[in-house]
């Protein structure tokens, strides 16, 4: 990366403002329990490459309905793990039109595109150190070869890392170890936000982190993601139900409908409130 950008400032508390500067708050949507940054690809992208390689370490997480619904039950320890991120972004064309019907702006920014609008741009130093977190040797194979990456290191931690804090400790010392400019996370959430918690209070690992699921499966060809028509319409998640209807009917079909009734119990108390603000 080139240029440079303003340490991280860390929250006090899970209540407490992230900030993106010393001097100024963090700007942001207050929405369905998060603090969204409502930013889109083109501008996570500037802010990402505008921070210096050395500053300490910030991160970048990408809550969609999955993650929306999973926090609406989660422990301190996750929701702050979301809370505390440098940029929280809307990885959701879902959550944007409910947003929209809310009466807010939150355009949907896929951590898939942010990934791939990062690795794309000659601006990225290719010859940078990048750690991958997850995945596997055929994965960052087609890394290197695609986006012709020549310090990729990789680290594939074990199975339940959230529950094993040995596990938890070596992919936070490995990340450390690495001296990466940029780490992609890429062991599903909530794994992933927790070890980007875990790097960024310990302070000794510097660039960025980028929490991004299944992102790079998609950019290699792993997984096929849904044609551009059904992204804009919102249908992808239809379409990763129908590409693996085994492993995701849950998710879509039971979990992922109970974000309405966590919008319509959000939508009440706005309405409530706005009577208040404008009195």
Known sequence: MQGKGDPMQHAASASASVQVSPNAERAGTQ??????????????LER????????????VVTPNVDHVVRLSGATPEVMRAYRDAWLCV??????????DAAGLSLPAAPGSDLVAALLDDPRLDRDAPIMVVGGDEKLLDGLRARYGLTRLMHHVPEMGMRHKPEVMAQAVAAVEASGAQVTLLAVGSPQQEL???ALAENGRAGGVGLCIGAG????????????GFMQRMGLE?????????????????????????IFIAEWSRM???RPEATS
């Open 31 to 44: 929405f369905l329990g998060l603090r969204f940054d409502p930013l889109m690809t083109q501008e996570i």
């Open 48 to 59: 990402v490459l505008a921070r210096a390689p050395l500053a300490p370490f910030a991160y």
């Open 90 to 99: 809307n990885d959701s064309r879902v959550l944007e039109r409910l947003a």
């Open 195 to 197: 070890l980007a918690a």
């Open 216 to 227: 790079l499966e998609f950019l290699v060809g792993a997984k096929k993601r849904a044609p």
């Open 237 to 261: 998640w239809a379409f990763r139900l129908m590409s693996e209807p085994r492993r995701l009917w849950r998710r879509y079909l039971v979990d992922g409908i109970r974000i309405f009734p």
């Open 271 to 273: 309405r409530v409130r």
